[in-house]
């Protein structure tokens, strides 16, 4: 079955820890996109990428980093810096129709992330 | 981007329609409408989209005011499946961003 897998569903880290959270795609889609949410909210974009090589910040970037090194693959780090790592994260893929992303977004379960 | 104004929650019965209401007086003209919904614990889900026309699928129909100023996520027979947070997201075509508000909690009650 095609579909985006994150691993693991939960994860715990103590604080001052890096920590890096896997998203893979088989659904042959170009985007990939790293989101966050925070309980009783909306999601928050923090890096997306269209391309191998090449991502772009999203809203709140900092304290976080990404790769896309290969086309099914595009890992979260959630770096020391980052305040408030606590939260629940999801990834997404879309394709590119025509050299423009479409809206449609296809997300994975989730990792839930707790910082200790 | 477009404000989007749900209520905050509904509730409907199993079986029975439900109108889902969105408001978003500041789209511009070539944004998209797009309806996203959220499972307990599970990432969200595409539910429809629509610029202009109403548009119907397996899942929902989206009905799109004249004005395109509001718009309504019609579930023709709800099913407990159905209970979830319901986001409505005016999108420019092309966009990386999808903003998430806060949504709509449905509630379906046996």
New interface residues.
Partial sequence: DGG?TQSPKYLFRKEGQNVTLSCEQNLNHD?M?W?R?DP??????IY?S?IVNDF?K??IAEGYSVSREKKESFPLTVTSAQKNPTAFY???SSIIAGG??T????????T?LTVL | DAKTTQPNSMESNEEEPVHLPCNHSTISGTDYIHWYRQLPSQGPEYVIHGLTSNVNNRMASLAIAEDRKSSTLILHRATLRDAAVYYCIPTQGGSEKLVFGKGMKLTVNP
């Fill in positions: 985006i985007a996109y989101y949410q009783g909210q909306g999601l928050r974009l997306y269209q772009q999203g809203d999801l990834c997404a423009t992303l809206n449609e977004q296809f997300f994975g379960p989730g839930r």
